[in-house]
């Protein structure tokens, strides 16, 4: 199971960091990733982190201003995001790899959060 939280209302330039709770699984063998969908838009995937925490990877979009982390003895997964702009209004959802132990990160998921939702004002 996987429950993200820290999502909410802040004004454009602000930061939220995200969480993602991990239950049922070891979360420390599975390579981790940040969607978002926006109302309208296709669903994107905004960071990904292998399952060491080794590699990250990020959309153009939010480079530079997204970090993806993660704490395993937590089994928690995190997304910071700074400077914030009010085309980040999305719901977020964390999702695991479908496999263990990739060495690159992720682009196939298996699992999936129910999502939280993140709003940027102008």
């Known amino acids: 199971q996987l429950v993200e939280s820290g999502g909410g209302l802040v004004q454009a330039g602000g930061s939220l960091r995200l969480s993602c709770a991990v239950s049922?699984?070891?979360?420390?063998?599975?390579?981790m990733g940040w969607f978002r969908q926006a109302p309208g838009k296709e669903r994107e995937l905004v960071a990904a982190?292998?399952?060491?925490?080794?590699?990250?990877s990020y959309a153009d979009s939010v480079k530079g201003r997204f970090t993806i982390s993660r704490d395993n003895p937590k089994n928690t997964v995190y997304l910071q995001m700074n400077a914030l702009k009010p085309e980040d209004t999305a719901v977020y959802s964390c999702?695991?790899?479908?496999?263990?132990?990739?060495?690159?990160?992720?682009?196939?998921?298996?699992?999936w959060g129910q999502g939280t939702q993140v709003t940027v004002s102008s």
């Open positions: 982190i292998t399952y060491n925490g080794g590699k990250t």
């Open positions: 999702a695991a790899d479908k496999v263990p132990l990739r060495s690159t990160p992720p682009t196939d998921f298996g699992s």
């Open positions: 049922g699984r070891t979360l420390n063998v599975y390579g």
